[in-house]
């Protein structure tokens, strides 16, 4: 079973920055793709951001291009989501994902999700 834990979301203004991080349980984290979605109130879950096992390659979201950035430390089995000039239309519930494979939106495993919300 594959834990994923969210966590640094919070209150922020516009502009402002912030940096997710995701924990995850599973000892072959570091062999699995894995990406970042989100769901704003009232809205359909959309893709964030995607990476490799390696971290060779990422994808984003058009709506987060130029803004955030995902990464990962393997040696701490963590995933990061580095978001900057943050807009009120970023505030959703964010999800650490195991992708099924590298380009795709389908998901093996989700977190529980940690609320962000840009305030104008």
């Given amino acids: 079973q594959v834990q994923l834990v969210e966590s640094g979301g919070g209150l922020v203004q516009a502009g402002d920055s912030l940096k997710l991080s995701c924990a995850a349980s599973v000892r072959t984290f570091r062999l ?34 130029g803004r ?22 970023d505030t959703a519930v964010y999800y650490c994902a195991k992708l099924m494979h590298y380009g795709t939106r389908n998901v093996e495993y989700w977190g529980k999700g940690t609320l962000v919300t840009v305030s104008s």
């Fill in 32 to 65: 699995h793709a894995m990406g970042w979605f989100r769901q704003a109130p009232g809205k359909e879950r959309e893709f964030v951001a995607g990476i490799t096992w390696n971290g060779d390659s990422t994808d984003y979201g058009n709506s987060v291009k």
């Fill in 68 to 89: 955030f950035t995902v990464s990962r430390d393997n040696t701490k089995n963590t995933l990061y989501l580095q978001m900057n000039s943050l807009k009120p239309e």
